[in-house]
């Protein structure tokens, strides 16, 4: 099963770029992240690997298993017979900005379950993240 979401992010794509891999900081703006804790260090790249708390879920150690830097990463984790991949694209607007498509894709034997046990939160998780994180790359700049 397949869940996702896009939005348009009047921002520029360093900028959204910078904010959706600097992922320590997404409990800060995002409700569905209860916390995010990074499992090793350095930059954001394949390999690296978070441990997310969300509401109503289990703690869940994500893997990036694909990284394209500036426009797009992947991250997976497997929980009780299911595959669960998260994908995070950007792709530049003419005229500026930028338009986020945002995606959750869970396979395996036991994902028909979990999607009808889950997935009406992971639909509205899912388009939480992408509206929270267009709220924080359009609001004017801070000390980030």
């Known amino acids: 099963m397949r869940f996702e979401t896009g939005v348009t992010i009047d921002a520029s794509a360093e900028r959204v770029w910078r904010t959706m891999t600097d992922v320590t900081r997404w409990p800060e703006f995002t409700p569905t992240m209860t916390s995010l804790r990074r499992l090793d260090e350095g930059p954001l ?10 509401p109503g879920i289990p703690a869940l150690d994500w893997v990036v298993t694909e ?10 984790t497997s929980t ?7 994908g995070h694209a950007l792709t530049p607007r003419d005229g ?11 396979t ?9 046990l889950t997935g009406r ?10 509206e929270s994180l267009k709220r924080r790359c359009e609001a004017p700049p801070t000390d980030e």
Do not use: D
């Open 80 to 86: 009780g017979g299911v595959t669960i991949s998260g």
């Open 121 to 130: 939160r992971t639909r509205r998780y899912v388009r939480i993240e992408a």
């Open 45 to 54: 790249g394949a390999g690296s690997r978070v441990r997310i708390k969300q």
């Open 67 to 76: 990284l394209h830097p500036g426009t797009s990463f992947v991250w997976e």
């Open 108 to 116: 395996g034997l036991l994902a028909p379950l979990l999607t009808l």
């Open 96 to 106: 500026g900005g930028v338009s986020l498509v945002l995606s959750i894709t869970q």
